[in-house]
């Protein structure tokens, strides 16, 4: 079960919480982005296709294949048959294989991406919030969702340290998107 996007695993009292939640938002709309760009792309394949999916993404052969262009073909062939509905019921192998992009599918797409996208992010804010430790004060620069932010933290013992931000967005060897927001503390 996924979970919901506002249940939190972390002190949001914590002053880095304070400071990088607000750019949750941004992460989960442009989680949406992406995935309307996936479903774009994956719609106007299969126009091409003729809507036919054993020509825009077929499940692939294990015998014509090596084990990483199958892995491909089948998250290919997973995406699409994720996305679309079959206009009949059954068909014959070697036959076309007739589907067209489901509203209700593009929006369970959606909703999941928006969910992985959140969990991720409160995922980030756990990971820096340990990574930093205890903190007096912080406070955030820029937009670390669409280019890259500085945190600038103040230490229980006065020191300040700057946490460096960028977010990117991967896409695993089974064809989920993902987000990651590596930080790396730079020298003043």
Same mark, same amino acid.
Not at 19 to 24: T, W
Not at 171 to 183: A, E, H, R
């Given at each position: 079960m996924k979970q919901p996007i506002n249940k939190l695993e972390y002190d949001a009292t914590h002053p880095v919480a304070i400071?990088?939640?607000?750019?949750?938002v941004e992460a989960v709309k442009r989680? #949406?982005?992406?995935?309307? #760009?996936?479903?774009?792309?994956v719609t106007a394949e299969l126009e091409q296709a003729g809507n036919d999916l054993n020509i825009a993404a077929p499940y692939p052969s294990t015998q014509a294949l090596s084990d990483f262009k199958w892995h491909e073909a089948h998250n290919k +062939? #997973?995406?699409?048959?994720?996305?679309?509905? /079959?206009?009949?019921?059954? +068909?014959?192998?070697?036959?076309?294989?007739?589907?067209?992009?489901?509203?209700e599918r593009i929006a369970k797409f959606i909703r999941y991406a928006e969910e992985d996208a959140a969990a991720q992010y409160d995922s980030f804010i756990k990971k820096l919030i340990t990574k930093i430790g205890n903190v007096k004060t912080a406070i955030l620069?820029?937009?670390?969702?669409?280019?890259?932010?500085?945190?600038?933290?103040?230490?229980?013992?006065?020191?300040?340290?700057? /946490?460096?931000?960028?977010?990117?967005?991967?896409?695993? #060897?089974?064809?989920?998107?993902?987000?990651? /927001?590596?930080?790396?503390k730079v020298l003043r």
């Open positions: 400071a990088v939640l607000p750019l949750r989680a #949406k982005i992406e995935a309307l #760009k996936i479903i774009a792309e +062939y #997973k995406l699409f048959s994720g996305l679309c509905e /079959w206009r009949q019921s059954s +068909y014959r192998m070697h036959e076309p294989h007739y589907a067209d992009v489901s509203q620069r820029g937009d670390h969702v669409w280019s890259y932010s500085i945190l600038n933290v103040e230490l229980p013992d006065g020191t300040v340290q700057s /946490w460096k931000t960028q977010q990117i967005v991967n896409v695993s #060897k089974l064809g989920k998107l993902f987000n990651q /927001w590596p930080s790396r």
